[in-house]
């Protein structure tokens, strides 16, 4: 399985980015898929993640309202619509999959066995 994100950039504060992950080597809708950021000096998080065959999203309360998930299952890809980005939101970005998470476990990282390289997002104030 490889996952590779990319479209992260600088952006002031306000604007928009959208992030992508594109997913190979695994049957791409049965995965569950999550963003999660780490920012330096703090653990990783939670941003958003996409039930199986995109039934369901769920976000952390931090970007609600703010991001979206979604998959295009048809492309092996995953996006990140990040709006209204915040200087808080600076980060590196990484998405993740796994096809064993559970709904109850799905915004722990631990729980995901795999993960693309970290890609960059700086929202200048």
């Known amino acids: 399985v490889q996952l590779q994100a990319f479209g992260g950039g600088l952006v002031q504060a306000g604007g928009s980015l959208r992030l992508s992950c594109a997913a190979s080597g695994l049957t791409f809708s049965r995965y569950v898929l999550g963003w999660f950021r780490q920012a330096p000096g703090v653990e990783r998080e939670f941003v958003a993640a996409?039930?199986?065959?995109?039934?369901?999203?769920y976000y952390a309360d931090s970007v609600k309202g703010r991001f979206t998930i979604s998959r295009d299952n048809a492309k092996n890809t995953v996006y990140l619509q990040m709006n209204s980005l915040k200087p808080e939101d600076t980060a590196d970005y990484y998405c993740?999959?796994?096809?064993?998470?559970?709904?109850?476990?799905?915004?722990?990282?631990?729980?995901?066995?795999?993960w693309g390289q970290g890609t960059q997002v700086t929202v200048s104030s």
């Open positions: 993740a999959a796994d096809s064993g998470v559970i709904l109850s476990s799905l915004r722990d990282s631990a729980k995901y066995a795999w």
């Open positions: 996409t039930a199986r065959y995109g039934s369901r999203t």
